[in-house]
Structures are given as C-alpha cells and as structure tokens.
C-alpha cells in the first residue's frame, strides 16, 4: 500500500478534479501516474465540441474532439483515474482542511481540488450565430483561419478587440472587413487602413446564407455586407460558479492564480479557460501537466502535517 495516498480511507480522494477537458485530463493523468487516488468530473461537452477537427495541436492536426477526448479519458482510466459523468454542484471547505465535493449524484471528500472547468463563449443575440459555429461562424482564426484562407471575412463583435482582430485576420485573407456600430477614433481607422482593413460603422443583425454557405452579413441599416466565413470577437465568463464559491474571482469570475495555478485558497488549483481565457488546447493541455507536481507536493506535505481542526 503507498501509505502516502488516501486509498487507505474508502471514502477520500486525494484530489477532486471538475472537468474533463484537455486541462482537467492532463492534470488527471500526471496525478494517477504519481500515485494519487483521483476522481475526474466529466460534467457535459467542452467548449471545442461542435468542431469537426481540431488544429494547432502537434500530433492532434485533423482529429476530432471526440477522438482526442477518448484517447485522454482511457490514457487517465488505465492509471486507476476515476471518470464520473457528473456535474459538480457545490464544493465546501472544511476547517480540517479537506473538501466536501457534492456530484450531481453523491457526495465525496477530496484533499485537494483542481477547478478545469472551462470558460462559455457569450455570443451577442445574432440569429443562426450558434448554428453556423463551426461552419461559418469562427472565434479564432488560430484555430479555423486556414481553412477559409483567402476568403471574404467580416469580423465584429467587443470593439476593444475588434481593431486587433480586424488586423490579425489579414494574415489570412486580404478581404477583411470590420462590422461595427463603435466609432474607432481616427488613429484606429488609419492603422486598419493600413493593413488594408475596411470598415462599416453599422451593426450586425443576421447571417444570409445560401444553403451550408455564409454569403454574407445583415445590418440595422439594411445593408448587407458579402463575406463567407464570420469571425466574432465574443465576451468569455467562466462556465462555472464554483471558483466564486472557493477563491479570488475576476469580475468574469475567473479564478485568479499565480503561474502554478494556485488559487487565493490553499488546496485549490485552476487550470485551463477556467483560469486563463486565452489558453489553446495545447496550452489547457500544459497547464495541467505543470501543476502536477504541485499539488503532489501539497498533498505530501498535508500527509505530514494534517491542519489541525479549527
Ligand atoms: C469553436 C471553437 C473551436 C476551437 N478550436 C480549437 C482548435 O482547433 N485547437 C485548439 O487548440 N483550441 C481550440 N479551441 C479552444 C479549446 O476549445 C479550448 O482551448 C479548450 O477547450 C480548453 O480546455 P479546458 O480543459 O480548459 O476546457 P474545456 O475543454 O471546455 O473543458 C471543461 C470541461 O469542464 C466541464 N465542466 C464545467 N463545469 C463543470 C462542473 N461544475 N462539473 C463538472 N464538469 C464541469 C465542461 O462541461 C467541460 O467538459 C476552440 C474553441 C472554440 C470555441
């Protein structure tokens, strides 16, 4: 028996990991090959699952989320990693220091708690927005640029990160027109001027397609602008309450960590979208390998030296 996990008490995990996702699997993956008991919550679909095929992952190009999500979820199994399919509802504190984790289907006890839980992408209310996802619809041309290279792009959304957008999107395709009600200052204008940006002060009400095809953008002035593939620089919050409940939030309610994860609240890390808005897979991916080792050392350190009870 490795007297330094908790497998000698039925009822305790030495960690709780919320998420099955590329962050929360990793993660799951490091701490079962280091020996710890460990329950993975698989709560729903991740943010990437309306996706054909993946890209920008080395040794992923072309496959599916589904296949990536498989290959993780039985990689984590086959080290005696615990995938639940439950949404985590509610996780508490407890003054001995341990965490009471309420599953949509019971309750357990975890020594450590690794929030993986992702982010939600707010779509502005634009008809046929969330359908075209994955088609015609695109949140980031690191990920979907390519495949409409050379096409006419209409990009809108946040104005402070429209003119960035606007300029990055002419990596891909020199017909790039930026869709906004916002008044950019004249600097602004200049610049995406410059870069050979176009730019509508309107404000995007629908998609007009013709069959599977985008070809091209309503506005409120009853304009259309032709264009077959959207890019739309969209609002992120966090998918889940539970960081607001356990630690420092952002106002999007993200939890804050330091550059190993670690939260405001001892025995608690947050990895992935749900700490970093920005993260790929690749990066989801990393951020659970490089906590790893931390949480291993927190649970050591907590074996030796129990919190006393308050
Ligand atoms: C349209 C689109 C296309 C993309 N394409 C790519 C791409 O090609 N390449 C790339 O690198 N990145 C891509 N991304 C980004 C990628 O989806 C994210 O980087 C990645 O999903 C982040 O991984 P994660 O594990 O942090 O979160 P997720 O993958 O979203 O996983 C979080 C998981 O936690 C679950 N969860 C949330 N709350 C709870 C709870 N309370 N209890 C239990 N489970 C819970 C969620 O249901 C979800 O399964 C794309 C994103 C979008 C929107």
């Not at 498989?70 to 995938?83: A, F, P, Q």
């Not at 190993?260 to 989801?284: C, E, F, K, M």
């Amino acid at each position: 028996m490795n007297r330094n996990t908790s497998e000698d008490h039925d009822d305790i995990f030495d960690v709780a990991v919320v998420g099955a996702g590329a962050a929360g699997l990793s993660a799951a993956l490091f701490l079962t090959r280091a020996r710890r008991r460990t329950v993975i919550y698989d709560g729903g679909p991740v943010r990437n699952s309306m996706i054909s095929k993946i890209h920008e992952y080395l040794g992923y190009e072309g496959s599916t989320p589904a296949e990536f999500l498989e290959r993780g979820r039985s990689e984590v199994v086959s080290y005696g990693g615990e995938i639940r399919s439950e949404t985590v509802l509610k996780i508490e504190a407890r003054p001995d220091g341990l965490f009471d984790v309420w599953g949509s289907k019971m309750k357990i006890t975890a020594r450590a708690v690794v929030l993986a839980t992702g982010l939600v992408d707010v779509l502005p209310m634009v008809p046929g927005l969330k359908e075209g996802l994955g088609k015609y619809v695109h949140l980031c041309p690191c990920f979907s640029g390519y495949e409409v290279r050379d096409k006419p792009f209409v990009a809108f959304g946040l104005p402070e990160r429209l003119a960035q957008l606007g300029k990055f999107l002419t990596a891909w395709s020199s017909d790039v027109t930026v869709v906004s009600p916002h008044e950019f200052d004249s600097e602004t204008l200049t610049r995406l001027d410059g870069f050979g940006v176009k730019t509508v002060q309107d404000e995007v009400t629908g998609l007009v397609t013709e069959g599977d095809q985008l070809v091209s953008i309503a506005t409120a002035s009853g304009t259309e602008v032709p264009c077959e593939a959207v890019f739309v620089a969209a609002p992120f919050k966090a998918a889940s309450e539970l960081a607001a409940s356990l630690c420092e939030v952002d106002e999007a309610g993200f939890a804050v960590t330091d550059t190993y994860g670690r939260t405001s609240r001892p025995g608690v890390w947050a990895i992935g979208n749900a700490t970093d808005q920005l993260a790929h897979l690749v990066h989801s991916a990393a951020s659970g390998a490089n906590i790893g080792p931390w949480v291993v050392d927190y649970l050591l350190e907590t074996s030796l030296n129990p919190k006393k009870k308050e």
